[in-house]
């Protein structure tokens, strides 16, 4: 994966969609851990079809019990996950 994209702020939901319009258009392969409040963007419509071109995401199991609603769309992970996804990044892009 070229950049992974952390993401642990709600605030972040407009950076993030452009971030990722630009890797889809530039054919960078990106993904994103989701984590804290922000486990509530795995449910933006925009940033989920923009994930699913990507080689793979996750959203904190925990995070997603305490801050997200109904049945997630994108796969739930761990800390651990975050980990492996850091080790395979070429960038991490943290917001």
Do not use: K
Not at 60 to 71: T, V
Not at 86 to 95: E, G
């Amino acid at each position: 994966m070229d950049i992974l994209f952390l993401v642990s702020r709600t605030e972040s939901a407009p950076l993030l969609r452009g971030f990722l319009r630009a890797c889809e258009r530039r054919q960078i392969e990106c993904g994103c851990f989701f984590t804290g409040p922000a486990a509530q963007l795995a449910s933006d419509p925009e940033i989920v079809a923009s994930l699913h071109t990507g080689p793979g995401s996750a959203v904190c199991e925990y995070s997603w019990e305490r801050f997200g609603q109904g049945q997630c769309p994108i796969p739930l992970g761990s800390q651990t996950d975050n980990s492996a996804m850091t080790a395979a990044a070429r960038r991490i892009v943290s917001l």
